[in-house]
């Protein structure tokens, strides 16, 4: 029985784990998600990559806009925008209900893994959804515009400001969310999704814990490139990586996840140029339900053979 663990952010990782689920069980799949997107707006507590992964999977999430929901209503911002409130960042009518509930429940106590176990089940959700700690752990951007939040930068300035570096605050303090390690010990197969290294991935391996769980891991450790042709699908992915002073490629990718990784599964048009680990190719880009489930399964395929 395959035990797939994908370490995955927003939007690009959604799509590599609802493809897992068309072609595993879903109670075999388990998603480790990036937090460090998290925070607090309007006194509610956001979670935007958790958020994506559970519309995406239980087909609600707004495919235009690759976040919050499809069919949404947006009467809330409107009159908050006539209040004089921050409409930098926009909650849907629909989304902001999920907000609530989840604010709700964190200021009775309860932890953000519970919450995220919960809803994925008011969803309907088969996988098993993990954050990558209980713990709070906000990305942080050093820009050339100075210190900013993750969603300042992300959605307030539209990524347009230089990174000079990114932090994880907390992360060396914090813990992997229960049931983070033992989902690793136990997988069969460990994937990085296609989500941006930088920003999404790395979060997740900030964790002391996680990170020395994968470098002891037994399972294959398989990253699908976020890169296709030098460019990221979606999101600031090349600009960064420029602004980091690195070239835009596979093998950069590849240095940049060292050690963590045995394979690097990249899109057919991208070069072979050696990235010092093994290295698959298929069509990476996912637009529909077969794109996803076809990377999914090249993926687990490439991660069988490096087990062998
Ligand atoms: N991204 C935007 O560019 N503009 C928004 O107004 C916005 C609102 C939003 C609300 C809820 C949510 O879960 C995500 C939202 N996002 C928005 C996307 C979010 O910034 C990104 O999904 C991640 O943080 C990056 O992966």
Redesign the pocket.
């Known amino acids: 029985m395959t035990r797939a663990v994908v370490l995955t952010?927003?939007?690009g990782g959604a799509k590599l784990v609802h493809g897992l689920i068309d072609v595993l069980p879903a109670q075999d799949v388990t998603a480790i998600v990036n937090t460090g997107?998290d925070f607090r707006h309007l006194g509610l507590h956001?979670s935007?990559?958790i958020?994506?992964l559970i519309y995406t999977l239980s087909g609600k999430a707004n495919r235009t806009l690759g976040?919050?929901r499809e069919g949404e209503s947006w009467a809330f911002m409107q009159v908050l925008r006539e209040l004089g409130g921050p409409d930098w960042?926009?909650?849907g009518d629909g989304?902001l209900a999920l907000h609530v509930l989840r604010s709700l429940a964190l200021a009775e106590g309860r932890t953000l893994s519970a919450v995220t176990a919960d809803l994925a089940d008011r969803f309907g959700i088969g996988c098993t959804i993990l954050p990558m700690s209980d713990a709070s752990v906000p990305t942080i951007i050093d820009s050339d515009e100075g210190r900013l939040e993750f969603?300042r930068y992300?959605?307030e300035r539209q990524c347009r400001p230089s990174v000079r570096a990114i932090h994880f605050e907390g992360a060396v303090d914090a813990a992997p969310a229960p049931g983070v390690l033992e989902a690793i010990a136990e997988a069969n197969m460990i994937l990085i999704a296609p989500s941006n290294p930088f920003l999404?991935v790395d979060p997740i391996l900030a964790i002391p814990a996680i990170r020395k769980a994968l470098r002891e891991r037994r399972a294959p450790v398989v990253a699908v490139s976020p890169l296709i042709g030098g460019q990221a699908v979606k999101g600031p992915t090349a600009k960064l990586m420029a602004e980091l002073g690195l070239a835009v490629s596979n093998q950069s990718i590849a240095r940049h996840y060292d050690g963590l990784i045995d394979g690097l599964l990249i899109d057919t048009g991208d070069q072979r140029d050696d990235p010092g680990v093994a290295v698959s190719a298929c069509a990476t880009l996912m637009k529909d339900r077969e794109d996803k489930a076809r990377v999914a399964s090249q993926a687990i395929s490439f991660a069988t053979r490096l087990a062998q």
Request: charged share 20%.
């Open positions: 952010g927003g939007v997107d956001v935007p990559d958020d994506t976040w919050g960042f926009q909650l989304d969603q992300f959605v999404s």
